[in-house]
């Protein structure tokens, strides 16, 4: 690196752009994370919209996946990882020591990276969350819901007639949206997606992509992704990290066409990561 | 005797012939500068002339051990006068050869010592002496041809690293047998004991018969001597204790796995892991005499203060302590196959809500459930062969009961009766043991091969 982009690179932390939205489904302000004594996140501020899909992109090592991991209390369950700051769901501090964390996690569901079907049925692993919170009253209720969440993931037709077969026999691209179908079935309001595609095959991710754009209209989506094409392609704004800081956030348009921080213009334009 | 010094000879030829096998390579590939001719380095070279020098000779040298006494004795034997061996029976002449063997040696003798026995002892030491000569000229002579066919063969293009690995995996095959024709052996001979005993006694009533008394009569008249052999309550003796002792061991075993595979902090891990380890190292005698001495009599006065009849040697007790003996064995499988399950299916379950016991329950347990059955499955078969603690805390009467309160008896135990103390090895009785350690193996056999199965199966599933 020459010296004058050394110093313009670090010359501000600060977010650039504008990281809140009116009337946010999710509002974090200053969070910051710890493992041990290692600090993961250093004072992140942003907000998900209402039936918006929010992009996450940086390069490996950022953060991403944690700060994500925080919006669902994912990281009580790492030993060590400790959470500052200020996270709201709907006006609601989700890291209040009075707020369960159980229930929180239904509200705000999470699909991983690695599709991780339950070695149960298909049936059984759409009913497994709508089970354990009794949100249906009987066996054709059940049904109802499990057919549902299937044809909201796009999954019904494929599975409709071996919904007693092993789910965890079904390929890579079916699997993820298993896991989506599953998440669905118990009506989060926010998505959490950990670069879902990132196991599957262009087709599958193909898939995938156009259902993310369908549920917009019901759900708020948070996903972290490694391509910048996906993130174009699915969000209407994208967060860039950088070493545990939040660069830059903004329109994806205007992200990816005219970044206004250094990093980002570095990490979009592939000259670094 | 000198056997050792033949060792040591055979060892020095060995060394010698490596390094001439070695040398002749190097000096055939034209100079140490030139060794890169060679097929192999140029250790290969010496090693193949060492072990052409060494293997047949040392197995010579095995074999000749092994037989030399033998062929001894008998050319002894056949060169004893006739007025010393006419009208001795078997037995005696043993005796008259053991004599002669311990007058050569210089040891103490059960008669006094006659000129003929004299006589007789020094052709002993003469056959004996002879033995000893030709055995070192026949190593040594082989030991030598063998060098020298090694010697022969060598030259630069000779694969000697081939003909070294060859022999090495022939050697490793040859031990790795011994090993299997051991197992082969014992398992075939006691088919042919059991069989000698099911053409005694009909399988049949072997099988299905409830009454078991093995004391066959030595004499005709002999009282308590029925001979019976039925032996079912041998097998609901076994299965009781093994049932008691599973009913201890698998919800014990099964929840301190979980509750130390998931809920415990590290640091409480770190403790009670090695001390459960523990537990599986105390051995089963003290186990044994721990259930005979200290629980059985505590179960016998807990029984009789709320009115109950208990045998002194129950089978509750006996089951209650090889179960705590099994916790081990069915905790540490059951958590290894509860840690093998990813986590990233625990991961997917709280994602969606569900509390750690509700993971645990629904995800965890239904996914390691196949390999905690293999790991109960092995415990079972481990309580159907365990011997010391039956042996001391069971009773010894052939009880057909149901009641855990009644003194049973094992297939183990009756086997360890069987054979204690003096047997004629051909009477039905000792032969019954075969019987029941058949039973008993072809049994712990089939639970081994269907878990060990079930386990394998498992783990496919995640890799
Ligand atoms: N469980 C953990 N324990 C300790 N450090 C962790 C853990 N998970 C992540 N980290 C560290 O936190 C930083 C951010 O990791 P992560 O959020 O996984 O990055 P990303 O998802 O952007 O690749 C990395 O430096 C990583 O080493
Ligand atoms: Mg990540």
Redesign the pocket.
Known sequence: MRSGELARSQESRETVGDYSVPDARMRCRDVE?W??D?R??HGVSLDLGRNEVLSMI????????????CLNRMNDT????RVSGSIQLDGEEIYDRALDPVPLRARVGMVFQKPNPFPKSIYENVAYGPRIHGLTNNKTELDALVETSLRKAGLWDEVKDRLDAPGTGLSGGQQQRLCIARTIAVSPEVILM??PCSALDPIATAIIEELIDELRANYSIAI?THSMQQAARVSQRTAY?HL?DLIEVGETNQIFTNPQHRLTEDYITGRFG | MQDWILLLVLLAVMTAAYHLGRRRAVIGAGGPSQVHRLHSLPAYYGLYAALWAGLPALLLLALWVGLQDQLVLMLLQAQLPEEMTAGLSEGRLGLLVNDIRNLASGAMLSTEITPELQAAADQYARLDQLGQWSMWTAVLALALTGGWVAWGRTHPGFKARNQVETMVMAIMVLFSSIAILTTLGIVLSVLFESLRFFSMVSPLEFFLGTLWSPQTALRADQVGASGAFGAVPLFTGTLMVSAIAMLVAVPIGLLSAIYLSEYAPRRLRAVAKPVLEVLAGIPTVVYGFFAALTVAPFIRELGQSVGLDVASESALAAGLVMGVMIIPFVSSLSEDVINAVPQSLRDGSYALGATESETIKRVIIPAALPGIVGGVLLAVSRAIGETMIVVMAAGLAANLTANPLDSVTTVTVQIVTLLTGDQEFDSAKTLAAFALGLTLFAVTLVLNVVALHIVRKYREQYD
């Open positions: 994370v493992y041990g290692k993961a996140i940086g390069p490996s090592g950022c953060g991403k996946s944690t700060f994500l991991r790492i030993d060590g990882c950990d670069e972290v990290f545990g």
